[in-house]
């Protein structure tokens, strides 16, 4: 057991005293001191429950879009903690991409949907969506401003599209489902909420949601 312990990475104990103290910003210090990205990602994919957990939540802290197929991967990691903190990491990996300029104009549509201004969130959107048509976060939170003027159509438009570019992108996957069921269409709803959840088995609402389709389409 004193072997395996020693084995285990300098990371897993930078994580452990993180859930101790919850301090963030002397666990972000840590890791950038030992660790690069490659390595990182390495550990997701081969490292014990305990290490993959960690180097999930680093990636989250200090890793940017370029990780985003290692952290999807690890949505369905058979370890229920690693899907929670991948959930939560991947996120904000979404918004971690493009220029400086290009982030900041992401921010601004993120709080402008927050705010429920929803006509400027699609205007600032259709902007960065111009100049930087790949970043799939701009086209899922433009579909979500749409979803919300009630216009179905263009926002599962733009939710097709952030996951053409993004295919983890389980919120737009999910984003689409609900437009589909407000527009009275269950079969592709159906279709939608089964992509979300094998992206993200973790997203009960729609585990439920899939459920009720299912009874409705069979009983039709």
């Not at 997701?44 to 999807?72: F, W």
Request: aromatic share 8%; net charge positive; charged share 25%.
């Amino acid at each position: 057991m004193d072997n395996i312990v020693a084995r285990r990475p300098l990371l897993v104990r930078f994580y452990q005293s993180y859930l101790v103290d919850q301090d963030s910003a002397r666990f972000i210090k840590n890791v950038n001191g030992c660790y690069e990205i490659a390595t990182l990602q390495r550990l997701v994919s081969t490292g014990d429950r305990v290490a993959r957990r960690a180097s999930v939540l680093a990636i989250g802290y200090v890793g940017d879009y370029g990780s985003n197929t290692v952290i999807g991967h690890a949505m369905v990691d058979r370890d229920r903690g690693v899907r929670s903190i991948a959930e939560r990491s991947i996120r904000d990996l979404w918004c971690r991409i493009g220029s400086r300029s290009q982030r900041q104009s992401l921010r601004n549509v993120i709080r402008l949907n927050d705010d429920k201004k929803f006509g400027d969130g699609v205007r600032i959107a259709t902007e960065l969506i111009h100049n930087a048509p790949w970043i799939a976060e701009a086209w899922c939170q433009r579909g979500m401003a749409y979803y919300h003027l009630s216009e179905y159509r263009q926002a599962v438009g733009d939710c097709r599209q952030a996951l053409e570019i993004n295919p983890y992108h389980f919120t737009a996957a999910a984003g689409m489902g609900q437009c589909y069921l407000l527009e009275n269409s269950p079969a592709p709803a159906l279709e939608a909420f089964r992509l979300a959840l094998r992206l993200n088995p973790g997203m009960e609402k729609v585990r439920t949601q899939v459920i009720q389709l299912q009874r409705t389409l069979d009983s039709d």
